[in-house]
């Protein structure tokens, strides 16, 4: 199994650019997480998904879209990227929610310039 | 929402010494508390868990402690070994939201 994959490992976007990162698992995981992780903050929680075709805002929706068609796939989108939007991002997924193990991807490091 | 605050941000040890982290939350009705590890250019990775029935938990050299009244866990590693160094989060969880706190670097010097 490869677990949880995330597409790109890396990226530079321009102020007002869009991209869209991708995440993949292949345990059949209900429930998807799109982290931020940024230098003394620990991991900041984007939007969620507790099931194919569901979404949810966490602690820090806003610049942020995400869409989950397929079950085991997890779309972050950012429209209009700005630099307060470069970080790490992490995706996650986990069986049975928020009270049980999450496992992570390798991350996606985003810079806006 | 649930607020989590970790201490200390960073820990330096001699090989073979104890590390101890701390963590503190706000919500009282949070019941999961896990403990990830992350190594460089990687996600973090669980290596231990309690629930909020526990008061307790080890496995190997790694333990964790939970008091609820006071509402605040913490991590213990024994005979630490240059493989421990890492960045280590706190998190707590009521439901389907976990807060993570902001890390901690461990180093362990050989």
């Known amino acids: 199994n490869a677990g949880v994959t995330q597409t790109p490992k890396f990226r530079v976007l321009k102020t007002g650019q869009s991209m869209t990162l991708l995440c993949a698992q292949d345990m059949n995981h209900e429930y998807m997480y799109w982290y931020r992780q940024d230098p003394g903050m620990g991991l900041r929680l984007i939007h969620y998904?507790?099931?194919?075709?569901?979404?949810a805002k966490g602690e820090v929706p806003d610049g942020y879209n995400v869409s989950r068609l397929k079950k085991q796939n997890f779309l972050l989108g950012l429209e209009s990227a700005a630099p307060s939007q470069t970080s790490v991002y992490f995706c996650?997924?986990?069986?049975?929610?928020?009270?049980?193990?999450?496992?992570f991807g390798p991350g996606t490091r985003l810079t806006v310039t | 929402g649930e607020n989590v605050e970790q201490h200390p941000s960073t820990l330096s040890v001699q090989e073979g010494d104890s590390a101890v982290i701390k963590c503190t939350y706000s919500d009282s009705a949070s019941n999961y508390f896990p403990w990830y590890k992350q190594e460089l250019g990687k996600g973090p990775q669980l290596i231990i868990d309690?629930?909020?029935?526990?008061g307790e938990k080890k496995d190997q050299r790694i333990a964790v402690t939970l008091n609820k009244t006071a509402k605040h866990f913490s991590l213990h590693i024994t005979e630490t070994q240059p493989e421990d160094s890492a960045v280590y989060f706190c998190a707590a969880s009521e439901l389907r939201d976990m807060r993570f706190g902001a890390g901690t670097r461990l180093t362990v010097k050989p």
């Open positions: 309690i629930r909020s029935n526990v």
């Open positions: 998904s507790v099931g194919e075709g569901t979404t």
């Open positions: 996650a997924s986990s069986d049975r929610g928020g009270k049980y193990e999450q496992y």
